[in-house]
């Protein structure tokens, strides 16, 4: 498995932005569909956006295409998860996933790399 850090969470107003990465050591992520989920206190984790590494094509879920990116950087083995126009429903804990198909998925069984999580708040 590879080791996957995320970073950039914090407590931001509604309407502001923040960029989450997720930096992957171990080896490489070549091959691999990346995603990141959410999961809000009292809910069930949540499929927010995937990525294919190889390629670059991306999946978003309805209730964040048009606001959030993904995006990667091979040369740095990190993914990224840009957030714009951040709503009070956006707050929960975002997890980075690795070792998922190659062209990626919304379903989080798929992944057998995670993250530990990054803290994201959006204040009303």
């Known amino acids: 498995q590879v080791q996957l850090v995320e970073s950039g969470g914090g407590l931001v107003q509604a309407g502001g932005s923040l960029r989450l990465s997720c930096a992957a050591s171990?080896?490489?992520?070549?091959?691999?569909?990346m995603g990141w989920f959410r999961q809000a206190p009292g809910k069930e984790r949540e499929f927010v956006a995937t990525i294919a590494w190889s390629v670059g094509s991306a999946l978003y879920a309805d209730s964040v295409r048009g606001r959030f990116t993904i995006s990667r950087d091979i040369t740095k083995n990190t993914v990224y998860l840009q957030m714009n126009s951040l709503k009070p429903e956006d707050t929960a804990v975002y997890h980075c996933?690795?070792?998922?198909?190659?062209?990626?998925?919304?379903?989080?069984?798929?992944?057998?790399?995670w993250g530990q999580g990054t803290q994201v708040t959006v204040s009303s």
């Open positions: 171990g080896r490489s992520l070549r091959g691999s569909g």
């Open positions: 996933a690795a070792d998922g198909p190659p062209f990626g998925t919304k379903r989080s069984t798929d992944f057998r790399s």
